[in-house]
């Protein structure tokens, strides 16, 4: 416990753990402008190796930060799949390949880059969100290493007051020796002291300080605690039994090797992720990486859980040997390996995600499955995704506090299906390979190919669709079929409903497609994507048909004065940071007043040169401020582009130009409220945003 001469601090946030939820929690924070420490156990950032795989929706996220096209254009692009199984004789042939992504959902597929260069970028993105003028005197946020957590109390009387500090953290700071996690090899860096094989070596660790001659401790009293410190979460043991995840283990043990081949295989090519399946050996998994390296997951069929070798005697050798004989005839050999570790395949999950909704877990620290399908790094980034906002919006004042339990209900169902997927999918990639049409046992590649293909709109992201709360109005026949099987309920759903008819591919739940729209003042082509940055603001998108016409140019200026009056004059405003829209460079020029945390944006379908922006629409589609003068940057034509073609968004959408439509979209970019352009719906905008926010 801290003495009485321990110093101690205040904070909003703290988090624990600086992998991809604690850094992606750390952008958010910096992003808006809340005082927030990081804290990391480890001596340094990652390097090499760890989580490499991006999906689509995790470099969506990625480039609403500004950061998306510096993995895309450093990472190497997944196009293809090979699938390969050994024929009669016991040699490997290839039996079929499928497509690594869907065609048209999104602008990005799947990418893979080490862990190292995204944790680089996100350092970039964080120190470009400062000075923020909601906290001016304030310092980029750097991460706090070498530093451990010892104690957390939570005063669960103050836990609804929106000023206290109720959650109490004693950090100590370690020493390099401390803090240095132990090498197999000097010379090779191994990834098996992250690994699930490995021990927790946080309680060694404050073991070997608490015997130090100056044992440095500080008292952090915080708002809100994030742990994104990994599987052994050192936050999640603190808050006790109830926190455990529960779940288990298979006796498949899987090993990891990063190198740059030397292969007479020819399928090691830059596009291709190769499934192979020995017949006696084992399985095996190739990414192609960027720098010519691959990744290889091997099964390690000699190691399991009853065989007889011990896993702490894992060696790269022996992993490399297995890849050897399942890559058989095929000649396989490296000269650079970068990097390597070994894993036990299993599922977790905790029962619970928060603690009087102050104390929060994220990522690995609340659910941990197999790699293999590219999950870890981009559920982990998701979570906190989802959290960073409505922790920064509650401690702003923008939301209230409410709205913190969505965050349980939303990831924990997400969680459980991850957990769900990867027990089939890792089962089916460690089976043994069907030897004909009778074994009943064995796995044929028709069935693991057609799970494969079946998972893409859950690997990808792009199929994530949240349960109806204050966030997401379903209509009411949706609502009660999906509530049904929830375990989380969330209390207080809205009373504003959503018609899905309005847009049919904008769902409630599920994230705001883009597609390409042409803006009216410069002709510029843009996805609409790239109008929604992260930085804390929800979108209101108004389709309002064809503004050509007298009718239609009525109902949305009629809507224009009714938003004006009804949501923008009774939200809340939220300042914004130098990198609030990462697209139009770094902002140099303050405006007036802080704009409204509601962004009303118009997207017609009249020919563009007959709509005059400032004669014909009403203000609310171009706001005016007192040093930059009117915004020409809120409105669009659904529209042919001098230079990129026509992007049928309405198409896209789901709209129908005569009806029109408004949609709702939350500053994650997941749509919240789908409603009709008619006058009769225009009062359940206001009570979706009732909801929400803390509407004067």
Known sequence: MASNSTPTSEV??????????????ALWMSRLGIKTRIVDKRTDKVFSGQADGFQARTLEILDSFGIGER?????????????????????????????????????????????????????????????HPADPAGSPLKVERMVL????????????????????????????????PTQRLSNLSDGLFRSNLADDDVGAMLAQSKGGADVWEEVVKAKYVVGCDGAHSWTRKALGPKYEMKGEMTDYVWGVMDIVPITDFRMCLPVQVLMTFAASNGSLMIIPRENRLIRMYIQLTEVSTGGRVDRSTITHEMIFK?????????????????????????????????????????????????????????????????????????TKKIMPRKILSTYELERKQIANELIEFDHKFSRLFSGRPQKDILDET??????????????????????????????????????????SD????????????????????????????????????????????????????????????????????KRVNAL?????????????????????????????????????????????????????????????????????????????????????????????????????????????????????????NWGEVEKWFEGVLRMA
């Not at 992504?101 to 964080?126: K, P, W, Y």
């Not at 005063?155 to 953290?169: Q, S």
């Not at 599922?347 to 690995?364: E, I, M, N, P, T």
Request: with cysteine; glycine share 10%.
């Open 322 to 394: 297995a890849a050897q004989k399942i890559i058989s005839p095929y000649k396989l050999e490296y000269h650079y390996c970068d990097w390597w570790t070994a894993y036990q395949i299993g599922q977790r999950v905790g029962s619970h995600f928060s603690k009087c909704d102050r104390v929060f877990l994220a990522g690995d620290a609340v659910h941990t499955h197999s790699p293999k399908a590219g999950q870890g790094m981009n559920v982990s980034m998701s979570d906190a995704y989802n959290l960073g906002w409505k922790i920064g919006l509650v």
């Open 149 to 180: 957590p010892t104690s957390l109390e939570v005063d669960e009387a103050a836990a609804e007051d929106d000023d206290a500090h109720p959650v109490t953290v004693t950090l100590r700071h370690l020493t390099e020796d401390e803090a240095t």
């Open 560 to 680: 224009g004065a009714r938003l004006e009056k009804g949501v923008l004059a009774r939200a809340p405003r939220i300042e914004l940071g130098p990198a609030a829209n990462p697209f139009a460079g770094t902002a140099r020029f303050r405006l007036d007043q802080p704009p409204s945390v509601v962004d009303v944006m118009l997207v017609h379908c009249a020919p563009r040169g007959e709509v005059e922006l400032l004669r014909d629409l009403h203000a609310v589609y171009h706001p005016f401020d007192a040093k930059l003068g009117w915004d020409y940057d809120k409105v669009f034509a659904d529209g042919e582009s001098y230079t990129e073609g026509h992007g049928h968004a309405y198409e896209g959408y789901g709209v129908n130009p005569e009806k029109g439509a408004i949609v709702v979209v939350r500053p994650d970019g997941y749509v919240g409220l789908v409603t009709e352009l008619g006058e009769e």
């Open 71 to 131: 993995v895309w254009k450093e990472s190497n692009h997944l196009i293809e799949v090979s699938f390969w199984n050994p024929d009669s004789n016991g040699v490997i042939k290839r039996n079929g390949r499928a497509p690594d992504n869907i065609s048209g959902m999104s602008r990005f597929t799947e990418a893979v880059l080490h862990q190292g260069r995204m944790e680089a970028f996100f350092l970039d993105a964080i120190a470009a969100s400062y000075p």
């Open 442 to 483: 064995g796995v044929s590649m028709e069935e693991f190919s057609k799970a494969f293909n079946m998972s893409h709109m859950f690997t990808s992201g792009l199929g994530v669709n949240y349960s109806p709360s204050a966030l997401v109005s379903k209509p009411p026949e949706e609502a009660l079929l999906l509530e």
């Open 12 to 25: 909003d946030v703290l988090i624990i753990g600086a992998g991809p939820a604690g850094f992606m929690m």
């Open 486 to 553: 929830k375990e989380v309920q969330n209390e207080g759903n809205p009373a504003a409903k959503s018609k899905l008819s309005a847009a049919t591919n904008c769902k409630p739940g599920m994230r705001f497609p883009s597609y390409q729209v042409v803006e009216q003042a410069d002709a510029r082509p843009w996805t609409l994507h790239h109008k929604m940055a992260s930085n804390g603001r929800f979108r209101l998108w108004v389709f309002g048909g064809d503004i050509s016409q007298a009718a239609a140019l």
